[in-house]
């Protein structure tokens, strides 16, 4: 069945501050970076949209008209 033995190794590299060191991330990573600017860019840009038409509409900069598709209620008697 053979021996079970472990071994340790303690490496010490030096590398120049010169050194030009190239990082390609990958799918997974670069996928979850898109999200967080999509939300950080949406988030704003939703509440900066609902604010504006809200002011617009209060003030009624912008008219606004109730349509309804609902016949209207008839008496019975």
């Known amino acids: ?3 079970r033995f472990s071994t340790t190794l303690d490496i010490m ?3 120049p ?5 190239l990082y390609k991330p990958g799918v ?3 996928l979850k970076f898109a999200w967080v600017q999509y939300v950080f860019i949406l988030v704003p ?5 609902f604010i504006g038409l ?5 003030f009624r900069i912008l008219e ?3 349509v309804s598709d609902l016949k209207e ?3 019975l008697i």
């Open 13 to 15: 590299i030096n590398i």
């Open 73 to 75: 209620k008839r008496k």
């Open 45 to 49: 840009v939703l509440m900066l949209t």
């Open 64 to 66: 606004a008209l109730l």
């Open 1 to 3: 069945m053979g021996s």
């Open 17 to 21: 501050k010169s050194q030009e060191i």
């Open 54 to 58: 809200s002011y617009l509409f209060k």
């Open 28 to 30: 997974m990573e670069t």
